[in-house]
């Protein structure tokens, strides 16, 4: 995920962008995203607002969790209650990678997963999560600022990118170990037991809130 500083995110169809502090909006597109961006030469870092807001609490039925936090007095709080027993912080940026940052930006951007948390805390600037809304047809495109802290759960597709301002810096937190591992979008990743898991938690989550 970018630049350490101590040490230190295809063919579906649609996308949505959470504005702090706490609402999203949609962008649909067809196809595949990267097939409309071409077609409409649009950028991944574009804002990509379709006026349709999703809700904090439909991101906890996707298993995403959201907080806006002021002070690491706050981020250890939470640390402390979820276990979080490691971090570091990266800067992504031209100025911190450079030559490799727009290849790192490209590999953020491919949607995959992973079989741990994927939870951060953004010290300065700005970018997007995109996570896969529960038809897994459409992108909810998640706006994270200086504040915000993210927690995406193990299973769930996503990517990532920055803004156009190209600057992020951000606080990772880990349960165990800190790592960096995509499992980038294929056959093989359908049927990762994370991935099955992940599902199935998202229909138990989809029965209780329509009962």
């Known amino acids: 995920w970018c630049q350490p500083v101590a040490v230190l995110a295809a063919s579906i169809h649609s996308t949505t962008t959470i504005k702090r502090p706490a609402t999203i909006d949609l962008l649909n597109d067809s196809k595949s995203h990267h097939e409309s961006l071409h077609d409409s030469q649009l950028s991944p870092q574009d804002d990509h607002d379709s006026n349709q807001p999703v809700s904090v609490e439909e991101l906890e039925h996707l298993g995403v969790l959201y907080w806006s936090v002021d002070s690491i007095d706050q981020v250890n709080s939470i640390a402390t209650q979820r276990d979080y027993k490691n971090r570091d912080q990266i800067i ?120």
């Open 92 to 211: 992504c940026s031209p100025q911190a990678m450079g030559d490799i940052y727009q290849e790192k930006l490209d590999i953020f951007f491919e949607e995959h997963l992973h079989e741990d948390e994927e939870i951060r805390w953004v010290v300065e600037g700005s970018g997007y999560f995109d996570v896969r809304d529960r038809s897994d047809q459409r992108w909810v495109r998640i706006k994270v600022e200086k504040g915000d802290l993210l927690v995406l759960p193990p299973g769930i597709f996503h990517r990532f990118t920055v803004d156009k301002d190209n600057y992020i810096k951000a606080m990772r937190l880990f349960k165990d170990e800190p790592k960096w591992v995509p499992l980038n979008r294929s056959s093989e990743t359908e049927s990762n037991p994370y991935r099955k898991a992940y599902v199935e938690q998202i229909g138990k989550a989809l029965t209780t809130s329509a009962s």
